[in-house]
């Protein structure tokens, strides 16, 4: 029989809607595939699912349908539903599944938490920086007990990443700065506060010798008490500690070492203090070291050490007793 014009019709419109079906199947097949995402990610994705299906369930209105039957002993019962709700529910409902489950985005976020010793948030104020392969990300803290980090790429994840903090009160300890990137939980970094004094590993001084003087020891006449002042400079912005106990180095020309004299510095805490200040240190001598010290080939220079760590040493330029001697010989 000849084909009407409504079903002309009708084919028609089926084949435009097929069509317009198609391309919106492919529309969110591209945009699933992170080539049309135009960098979002979150909870709006799961919004522009949803206006997938309606666009889906708008086309398929009216032209597909479904139905299911279920039966039991006491009744049987028949239920249909639209093929536009269908089309809704696989293509909203199938996406976010998708974007929960099984997509990977190109780049992922890490959520940094802050704790203290006692393991409470803990505000800090300064810059937080993560660093992976040669990028350094960062993001300012004003008193925030955490902070997130954008854009990491998604083939980090799982690896390895630095944290620092530049904060003039507070520090990350070196065990507390290397950890996995996560992007399902915060990483809880510890942070301690920074010490009053300089740390080890920061500390530089500058010492010269500037005055010497010496004195007949009367309880001990082969004996001179030897005291001499020391110009000490700390670029710092913090004090460094001394250990009170000190040395004074006699090297031959060579710069090696002949003799170590213990010198004890005068003050019972002594530290060099930002700027520019002056140490004092004594030692009784015999007479003979006394006199080696103005012998020819010898130069002096002593050495002070950080507190409690000995291997940390501060060593004075080179000098000679005849050139800072105030006193008679």
């Known amino acids: 029989p ?3 014009d409504r079903e002309q019709q009708t084919a028609s419109n089926l084949g435009l809607f097929v069509l317009l079906l198609v391309l919106v199947v492919g529309l969110l097949v591209v945009f699933a595939s992170g080539i049309l995402r135009f960098g979002l990610s979150g909870p709006i994705t799961y ?3 949803v206006l997938f299906g309606l666009t889906s369930a708008l086309l398929t209105f009216g032209v597909l349908s ?5 039966k ?3 009744h049987s019962t028949e239920v249909r539903f639209g093929g536009a709700l269908v089309a809704l529910a696989l293509v909203a409902g199938g996406g976010g599944l998708y974007e929960k489950y099984l997509h990977t985005p190109e780049t992922f976020e890490i959520r940094v938490n802050l704790y203290g010793a006692g393991g ?3 505000a800090v104020t300064g810059t937080l920086r993560v660093g992976y392969r040669t990028i350094r990300s960062e993001v300012t803290l004003h008193q925030d007990d955490s ?3 954008q854009g990491i790429p998604s083939d980090m994840l799982g690896q390895s990443i630095e944290i620092t903090l530049d904060s003039p009160h507070w520090r990350i300890p070196a065990t507390e700065g290397s950890q996995p990137a996560d992007n399902k939980h915060p990483l809880r970094v510890m942070v301690t506060p920074k010490s009053y004094w300089a740390q080890p590993e920061e500390a530089v001084l500058e010492i010269v010798a500037s005055e010497a003087q010496a004195y007949d020891f009367l309880p001990e006449p082969e004996k001179k008490n030897l005291v001499l002042v020391f110009a000490v400079t700390n670029p710092g912005l913090k004090p460094v500690p001394l250990n009170n106990s000190a040395e004074l180095l006699l090297r031959n020309q060579s710069l090696r070492v002949l ?3 213990p010198l004890k510095l005068t003050d019972e805490l002594p530290e060099a203090g930002p700027g520019r200040s002056q140490l004092y240190s004594d030692s009784l001598i015999s007479r003979d070291i006394y006199d080696v010290l103005f012998g020819g080939g010898v130069s002096l220079a002593v050495r002070f050490t950080y ?10 330029d080179d000098f000679t007793l005849i050139d800072i001697l105030k006193t008679p010989r």
């Open 66 to 70: 479904s139905w299911g039957y279920v």
């Open 307 to 316: 507190a409690k760590v000995d291997d940390v040493e501060f060593v004075s």
């Open 147 to 149: 902070a997130v980090i």
């Open 72 to 74: 039991s002993s006491s």
């Open 259 to 261: 003799e170590r004299i």
């Open 120 to 122: 409470d948030p803990q």
């Open 47 to 49: 919004l522009i699912y």
């Open 2 to 4: 000849p084909v009407t």
